[in-house]
Nanobody
Protein backbone atom coordinates (compact mmCIF):
# COMPACT_ATOMS: atom_id res chain seq x y z
CA UNK A 1 0.00 0.00 0.00
CA UNK A 2 1.14 3.52 -0.82
CA UNK A 3 0.23 6.73 0.96
CA UNK A 4 1.02 10.32 -0.03
CA UNK A 5 0.93 12.98 2.67
CA UNK A 6 0.93 16.66 1.70
CA UNK A 7 1.66 19.63 3.91
CA UNK A 8 2.16 23.38 3.64
CA UNK A 9 -1.24 24.64 2.57
CA UNK A 10 -3.12 27.41 4.31
CA UNK A 11 -3.93 31.11 4.13
CA UNK A 12 -1.34 33.49 2.72
CA UNK A 13 -1.28 37.08 1.52
CA UNK A 14 -0.49 38.10 -2.03
CA UNK A 15 3.22 38.44 -2.63
CA UNK A 16 4.27 35.93 0.01
CA UNK A 17 6.18 32.68 -0.43
CA UNK A 18 5.06 29.24 0.73
CA UNK A 19 6.49 25.74 0.42
CA UNK A 20 4.46 22.62 -0.17
CA UNK A 21 5.79 19.13 0.42
CA UNK A 22 4.53 15.65 -0.29
CA UNK A 23 6.04 12.46 1.10
CA UNK A 24 5.35 8.92 -0.06
CA UNK A 25 5.32 5.99 2.32
CA UNK A 26 4.37 2.33 2.34
CA UNK A 27 5.30 -0.09 -0.42
CA UNK A 28 7.51 2.26 -2.42
CA UNK A 29 10.15 0.36 -4.39
CA UNK A 30 10.92 2.94 -7.07
CA UNK A 31 9.77 6.41 -8.06
CA UNK A 32 9.41 8.02 -11.45
CA UNK A 33 8.04 11.46 -12.25
CA UNK A 34 6.78 13.59 -9.36
CA UNK A 35 4.35 16.41 -10.01
CA UNK A 36 2.00 18.99 -8.57
CA UNK A 37 -1.47 19.71 -9.92
CA UNK A 38 -4.03 22.25 -8.81
CA UNK A 39 -7.72 22.82 -9.24
CA UNK A 40 -9.45 26.13 -8.64
CA UNK A 41 -13.23 26.50 -8.27
CA UNK A 42 -14.89 26.27 -11.67
CA UNK A 43 -11.62 25.29 -13.36
CA UNK A 44 -10.20 22.04 -14.66
CA UNK A 45 -7.35 20.39 -12.83
CA UNK A 46 -4.08 21.52 -14.37
CA UNK A 47 -0.47 20.52 -14.16
CA UNK A 48 1.50 23.08 -12.17
CA UNK A 49 4.97 21.57 -12.20
CA UNK A 50 6.66 18.23 -12.70
CA UNK A 51 10.10 16.78 -12.24
CA UNK A 52 11.31 13.55 -13.81
CA UNK A 53 13.70 10.99 -12.41
CA UNK A 54 16.55 12.73 -14.22
CA UNK A 55 15.39 16.09 -12.82
CA UNK A 56 13.93 17.51 -16.00
CA UNK A 57 11.28 20.05 -14.98
CA UNK A 58 8.17 21.45 -16.61
CA UNK A 59 5.94 24.32 -15.47
CA UNK A 60 2.62 25.82 -16.33
CA UNK A 61 3.05 29.17 -18.05
CA UNK A 62 1.12 30.89 -15.26
CA UNK A 63 3.68 29.87 -12.63
CA UNK A 64 6.91 29.70 -14.61
CA UNK A 65 9.52 31.90 -12.98
CA UNK A 66 7.65 32.00 -9.67
CA UNK A 67 7.35 28.33 -8.66
CA UNK A 68 10.14 25.80 -8.30
CA UNK A 69 9.69 22.04 -8.03
CA UNK A 70 12.37 19.83 -6.50
CA UNK A 71 12.70 16.31 -5.15
CA UNK A 72 14.55 14.35 -2.51
CA UNK A 73 14.66 10.74 -3.61
CA UNK A 74 16.10 9.47 -0.34
CA UNK A 75 13.22 11.04 1.58
CA UNK A 76 10.66 10.12 -1.12
CA UNK A 77 9.51 13.73 -1.10
CA UNK A 78 8.60 16.32 -3.70
CA UNK A 79 8.55 20.04 -2.91
CA UNK A 80 6.93 23.06 -4.51
CA UNK A 81 8.27 26.48 -3.60
CA UNK A 82 5.69 29.11 -4.50
CA UNK A 83 6.95 32.69 -4.76
CA UNK A 84 5.02 35.94 -5.29
CA UNK A 85 1.71 34.22 -4.75
CA UNK A 86 -1.33 35.79 -6.40
CA UNK A 87 -5.05 35.42 -5.67
CA UNK A 88 -5.36 33.44 -8.92
CA UNK A 89 -3.06 30.82 -7.40
CA UNK A 90 -5.83 29.95 -4.94
CA UNK A 91 -6.64 26.28 -5.46
CA UNK A 92 -6.45 22.81 -4.03
CA UNK A 93 -2.98 21.51 -4.77
CA UNK A 94 -2.48 17.79 -5.33
CA UNK A 95 0.76 15.88 -5.53
CA UNK A 96 1.07 13.05 -8.02
CA UNK A 97 3.92 10.53 -7.94
CA UNK A 98 4.68 7.61 -10.22
CA UNK A 99 5.47 4.66 -7.95
CA UNK A 100 6.21 0.98 -8.36
CA UNK A 101 4.80 -0.69 -5.25
CA UNK A 102 6.44 -4.03 -6.08
CA UNK A 103 10.04 -4.71 -6.99
CA UNK A 104 9.22 -5.65 -10.58
CA UNK A 105 5.93 -3.82 -10.85
CA UNK A 106 4.93 -1.14 -13.29
CA UNK A 107 5.00 2.50 -12.31
CA UNK A 108 1.53 3.74 -11.37
CA UNK A 109 0.31 7.21 -10.55
CA UNK A 110 -0.69 7.91 -6.95
CA UNK A 111 -2.45 11.02 -5.70
CA UNK A 112 -2.41 12.90 -2.46
CA UNK A 113 -5.62 14.08 -0.83
CA UNK A 114 -4.90 17.69 -1.74
CA UNK A 115 -4.04 20.75 0.32
CA UNK A 116 -5.86 24.07 0.00
CA UNK A 117 -3.86 27.22 -0.66
CA UNK A 118 -5.85 30.43 -0.28
CA UNK A 119 -4.20 33.68 -1.36
CA UNK A 120 -5.77 36.93 -0.16
CA UNK A 121 -5.23 40.31 -1.80
Amino acid sequence: QVQLVESGGGFVQAGETRMLSCTASGSVFSIGTMAWYRQAPGKERELVASITGVETTDYAESVRGRFTVSRDNAQKTVFLQMRRLQPLDTAVYYCNIEIASERYGWLKQYWGKGTLVTVSS
